[in-house]
């Protein structure tokens, strides 16, 4: 095998590890609220939205030490370790209790610090400037086809349920914590890139300075990707590009855990309300997976760089915040067990409901694959530090939405998405007219 075709071999193992994990883990979020509010009359007391909140901001926190983590355990193994956790946390709803629901929590927003940090390296290290773009889009696509086969069976197995029981919700989790232990250990089949070292010197090396010697050397790659961190954190394209981050972060929220909790809510819909939930995250994943596989295919083949694509993303996000506005009830995502019965400017309709689904995937695949693919163009010899900051960001705000998704009406979180997703279009712009400079100065523009 070629070297160019084993990091494409590398990029689509990661992508497909990906896609069984977050098949579990993002459909576990997509229903969490909902079933949480069918367990809420038992000894269960949680909510969803808080458990998310604790997720992000411990994801957030840590990853302010996963670049560490990584360079002293390797992408590889660091990635199956966090898989590790992500399945625990899927299996305490197979028979939930308050204080594990909160912990694995805890838990979980390490391990996704670790796992996604890793991912950035891993996905930088099997890429060159050539083929960022075509792998991030790949890699995109991939990952949110989970949001297709994980959705597709709530859809068929809730069709007419306006109660969630035990058992329906046993057979659920069981099935999610198993495929995501099957992604787990497909990041096995990885292949390690050829060392750069000489035949030898590596061993020789050990021989002379012994195990103590390569012990202190990983400590110092670690406590070097630390100062790194720190470092870029405050250059001016990590700050520009923390505007549009935070505003993925926000939109993520939205998307992955209140709209669909916003469709099981409205009576309206009738007995199809819980099996909506599924349908909408399938079509959020179609979005995303037609998004992230055209973005990845015409990167290299576009002469406009990145910015038509992020420039589409908002239009798309915003024709779908209009549409909610007017189709949803306000006070849908805070909605008691029994569901409201409120309209907003028109009778909820179904049809725009699922539309709207297909519209917020589409508009973060725009975001998300630019994101990607810039991060790995502008700092290809920092990418752990980079794509760490880039989630130290996006999962704070993340965090944020999940807290006040506990409270706000939903016209108050669509308009707050709408001001930072204005900004974070204008300061990604800046960066990507900077990045273009740069690549001017190398090579053709078109080549990205």
């Not at 084993?6 to 609220?33: D, E, Y």
């Not at 990584?70 to 990635?79: D, N, R, T, W």
């Not at 021989?207 to 470092?231: P, Q, T, Y």
């Not at 502008?378 to 965090?399: G, M, N, R, W």
């Amino acid at each position: 095998m070629s070297p160019d075709s084993k990091k494409l071999f590398n990029v689509l193992i990661l992508g497909i590890s990906f896609m069984f994990i977050f098949t579990a883990f993002q459909t576990c979020g997509n229903i969490a609220q909902t079933v949480i509010t069918n367990l809420n009359s038992t000894d269960f007391h949680g909510s969803g939205y808080t458990s998310m909140s604790v997720i992000y901001g411990v994801f957030s926190a840590s990853n302010l030490i996963s670049p560490s983590v990584v360079a002293l355990v390797g992408p590889q193994l660091s990635m199956f370790i966090s898989g590790i956790f992500y399945s625990l946390y899927i299996a305490v709803f197979i028979q939930p209790s308050t204080w594990s629901f909160y912990t694995a929590s805890v838990f979980i927003g390490i391990a996704a610090a670790v796992l996604w940090t890793a991912q950035g390296n891993c996905l930088t290290i099997n890429s060159d400037e050539n083929t960022i773009g075509r792998n991030s889009g790949v890699f995109w696509a991939l990952l949110q086809s989970s949001l297709f086969f994980g959705n597709l069976y709530i859809y068929f197995a809730w069709q007419g349920k306006t109660y969630i029981s035990e058992g329906d919700r046993r057979t659920v989790f069981i099935a999610l914590t198993v495929i995501s232990l099957v992604g787990t250990v497909l990041f096995f089949l990885i292949r390690k890139q050829e060392d750069t070292k000489a035949p030898g010197e590596e061993d020789s090396t050990n021989e002379i300075h012994g195990d103590s010697s390569s012990a202190r050397n990983k400590l110092m790659r670690a406590v070097d990707a630390f100062k790194r961190s720190i470092k870029l954190s405050f250059t001016k394209e990590i700050l520009l590009l923390s505007v549009t981050t935070a505003y993925t972060g926000l939109e993520l929220t939205f998307f992955s855990g209140v709209y669909g909790t916003c469709i099981g809510a409205v009576n309206r819909f009738g007995s199809e309300e819980k099996s909506l939930i599924g349908l909408s995250g399938i079509f959020i994943g179609v979005g995303e997976i037609l998004g992230g596989g055209i973005f990845g295919l015409l990167s290299k083949k576009s002469r406009f760089g990145r910015n038509p694509i992020v420039m589409l993303g908002i239009i798309v996000h915003f024709i779908a915040f209009y549409l909610i506005f007017v189709n949803m009830p306000s006070n849908a995502p805070v909605a008691p067990m029994e569901g409201t019965d409120d309209i907003a400017y028109m009778i909820p309709s179904k049809e725009v409901a699922i539309f709207c689904s297909f519209l917020l995937g589409l508009g973060d695949s725009c975001f998300n694959t630019q994101l990607l693919s810039i991060l790995g163009f502008l700092y290809s010899e920092d990418s752990a530090p980079a794509f760490a900051i880039f989630k130290f960001v996006q999962s704070i705000c993340a965090a944020v939405a999940y807290f006040y998704s506990n409270y706000f009406l939903l016209q108050w979180q669509l308009l707050i998405m709408v001001v930072v997703g204005f900004f974070g279009t204008i300061t990604f712009f800046a960066v990507e007219w900077k990045a273009a400079a740069l690549l001017a100065r190398s090579s053709d523009y078109s080549s990205i």
